[in-house]
């Protein structure tokens, strides 16, 4: 080889095969992804359109849902958004608000708006949790539906445990609450839990989109639009890449490991028997999904995750810096805590799917991605000082990787506008192809950057997910 | 130098970089056309839309409102050239079928008549002939929503497929159409009739109205514990009191705990 201006060792050698060789392996996958994902789109959608999902609002047989929505300082939008969550097309659910501790007025907003009074509920936790204060229902029969708790802080899992040891029905919907449901979207993700045969459904999970610069009114989504500020612009790309070309595949092949904490439904007798959210890690919705699955399978039970591509569930992503580097990398210490609890999960064929596959692709690709960035990165500084970088190579090697990324985002877009067409303006569209050019090289080094710091902060023991401040949705 | 001596050589790395960069963006191009494409067609065709909108509805006041005939209706040259366009059709059956699911009595049937008589009919009878699933339903969908009672042998050989969506269409369609002979066969059926299919099923009872339910007794004495567990469910949620003794028996014969513990429910609900 002569791809090096001074005398090169194999070793060097080696090293371009193996970044080569990663970079080769990382595409692949992807594209068998968004082969896999199309397939199976195409085939929901073909049969989504002659489902009548009214069927589920008059019958009594509809699955029973327990909407746990935890709730920490949200005293500025907590009346808005409980409201909506009470005006969702669907009738048998309950929605149980967490108070887990506000340091706000969020308790006091919500005993004057939905007329609360302390309830005489006789709780047989099952899960143990931080101790509860107390537990209000409404006088008002409007709010019947409506299981107010207030708590001790004891962070996101340890609210939704106690949710989990409260819900009177057999399923429950873990939602953020400052998030944006689809009024049907209780509909789409019941109707998965009726159509088992043979397996149980353990969980259903559906598509969460950006929200940012997006018309709100009386908590719903009236009007779709793409952000003005380059961050939130690029997620909205990424989740559409990530949840269109990705997570569809391994809902196909039902090696999905994650289903977003922002909106997931479960089958609350298996998310219990698991053991419940685990409050030592900060990615307790992957961790959780994982963890019933490992029970599913070590109790050899036939078992589903099913995965619906509606756009269910609409949020707010960071809009600057600051926010966002704090969301990746807890995001990444997620990540690393449900792999390192689920170790034994690696390449182990006990566990089917999931031991061979997930586990090594989400360690590989979600993991390790980062690092090897970086460590190419690295290397790449020291070729350029000793003199040992073949320009012409790298740069090939750059254009290629920018050209598969722009590449990736363009079926992403097609993807979209095949599908769900979200975005009918114009204008949104050339946004988003301009995003996909600016991705590669402005917001996948943030990525990778707050996913070092997601590194750093697991070994010196970070714990807690930080201050989240949000900007609001827009009103009409 | 084929591929393989090039890789022998080993010089394979800048030639196989360029050719995916290539390869890429042109990819990357074709797809962008596509979307344009795309967004142009769907453009037009609403645009199309919108005017055969106004035309369709003309045209049906008038066959509801003004008791026009659609012989009438095809003397104008401008429908009939229309009409011979799928895309034309597609939306005056889409139009029709909105119109009659508001429409009762004599208006209902002046639609149904204004759909066979202009041979919109045959159009679903092809449809329902089509191998590819998807356009059975909408043939099916077509045909029951105006009630041609002669498509029910051909739709419910379509609730024997195995594509549960196909399944459900038609046994809905046959429910609509003949009431309880729509599901009698479900005795002999052997796949599993999982929930989402029961609550359609019962949907469509409640939906249609059907009053005359004899038969639905059947489904209990199925070998399919789906079909029975169907049964029980139907037989309460439409508060068959005269199904009582069936249910009855049933709880004392019952094939597994399931059934029985259903059959008892269903027995204490009707009861009490």
């Known amino acids: 080889m002569t791809f090096f201006n001074t005398d090169i060792t194999w070793l060097l050698d080696v090293y371009i095969l193996l970044i080569l060789g990663y970079a080769i392996l990382i595409m692949s996958s992807y594209l ?103 537990i209000y229902t409404s006088r008002n029969a409007a709010f019947k539906k409506l299981i107010v708790v207030d708590k001790e802080n004891g962070g996101k899992a340890d609210a939704l445990n106690v949710g989990l040891n409260i819900a009177q029905n057999p399923y429950v919907v873990c939602i953020d609450v400052d998030c944006i449901l689809d009024k049907d979207s209780l509909l789409k993700l019941a109707k998965p839990f009726l159509e088992s045969q ?30 003005d500020v380059m961050l939130p612009r690029i997620q909205v790309l990424e989740y ?110 006990k566990y089917k799917l999931l031991g061979m596959l997930s586990v090594p ?47 990736f985002s363009v079926i992403a877009l097609f993807s979209e506008e095949r599908t769900y067409h979200k975005y009918p303006k114009q204008t949104d569209f050339f946004k988003l192809l301009m995003a996909a050019f600016i991705e590669p090289i402005y917001f996948h080094p943030l990525t990778v950057y707050s996913a070092l710091i997601g590194y750093k902060e697991k070994i010196m023991g970070t714990k807690g997910w930080g201050e989240m401040t949000r900007k609001g949705f827009a009103k009409k | 130098m084929n591929l393989w001596e090039l890789y022998k050589s080993g010089e394979w790395e800048i030639p196989f970089l360029t050719f995916s960069i290539y390869l890429f963006v042109l990819a990357s191009f074709v797809f962008y056309l596509i979307i344009v494409g795309s967004r142009n067609r769907n453009i037009k065709r609403e645009k199309r839309r919108l005017e055969y909108d106004v035309l369709i509805e003309k045209v049906l006041s008038s066959v509801i409102f003004q008791d026009v005939l659609y012989s009438e209706i095809k003397k104008d040259k401008n429908f009939l050239v229309l009409f011979d366009t799928n895309f034309f059709r597609e939306v005056l059956t889409e139009t029709l079928i909105n119109l009659h699911k508001n429409y009762e009595g004599v208006y209902a049937q002046k639609l149904e008549q204004f759909y066979k008589d202009s041979g919109l009919i045959k159009d679903s009878f092809k449809k329902l002939k089509n191998f590819k699933w998807e356009i059975k ?71 249609h109205d059907i009053g005359d339910t004899k038969g639905v007794e059947l489904l209990l004495e199925s070998q399919n514990t789906t079909v029975v567990s169907l049964g029980l469910k139907l037989i309460k949620e439409l508060k068959l009191t005269q199904k009582v003794p069936f249910v009855a028996e049933l709880s004392t014969n019952a094939p597994n705990a399931t059934i029985k513990y259903e059959a008892q429910s269903v027995l204490q609900a009707l009861t009490v």
């Open chain 1, 198 to 227: 043979g397996k149980r459904i353990i969980a259903t999970g559906g598509v969460v989109r950006i929200a940012n610069q997006c018309i709100i009114k009386n908590g719903r989504l009236v009007e779709v639009n793409i952000p």
């Open chain 1, 361 to 407: 692709y989400w360690t590989l690709f979600e993991f390790l991605a980062p690092g090897i960035e970086f460590v190419g990165l690295v290397i790449t500084v020291i070729f350029i000082l000793f003199g040992l970088l073949n320009w012409h190579f790298f740069l090939l090697l750059l254009l290629f990787v920018y050209s598969f990324a722009v590449f």
């Open chain 1, 32 to 134: 068998i992804l968004a082969y896999l994902s199309q397939k199976e789109l195409r085939a929901y959608l073909k049969k989504n359109s002659f489902v009548d999902y009214e069927v589920l609002l008059t019958s009594e047989f509809a699955p029973k849902l327990s909407l746990i929505a935890p709730a920490y300082n949200e005293g500025l939008t907590i009346e808005e958004n409980v409201k909506s969550l009470l005006s969702l097309n669907y009738n048998n659910y309950q929605v149980i608000v967490v108070n887990d501790g506000s340091k706000d007025n969020s308790m006091e907003i919500l005993i004057k708006t939905y007329d609360l009074v302390l309830g005489d509920f006789a709780i047989h936790p099952k899960i143990e949790t931080k101790k509860i204060k107390g």
């Open chain 1, 240 to 349: 559409l890449r990530a949840f269109l070309l990705g997570r569809m595949a391994w809902g196909r092949l039902d090696g999905l490991l994650l289903i977003s904490g922002a909106f997931g439904a479960f089958d609350k007798e298996i998310a219990i028997l698991s053991g419940g959210y685990s409050t030592k890690t900060v990615g307790e919705d992957m961790e959780l999904i994982v963890r019933m699955r490992r029970y599913m399978l070590e109790n050899k039970l036939p078992y589903a995750v099913s995965y619906i591509p509606d756009p269910l569930c609409w949020t707010e992503a960071p809009e600057d810096f600051t926010i966002f580097k704090k969301q990746r990398s807890r995001w990444m210490r997620g990540t690393i805590e449900t792999l390192s609890f689920h170790k034994k999960m690696f390449l182990n064929p």
């Open chain 2, 137 to 207: 339903c909408k043939g099916i969908t077509e045909l029951a929503e105006f009630n041609i009672k002669e498509a029910f042998n051909q739709i419910i050989a379509c609730a024997k497929a195995r594509n549960k969506t196909l399944k459900i269409t038609a046994i809905n369609a046959g429910i609509k159409l003949e009431g309880t002979k729509g599901i009698v066969h479900l005795t002999e059926h052997d796949d599993i009739i999982d929930e989402w299919t029961q609550v359609n099923i019962i949907s469509a009872f409640k939906k």
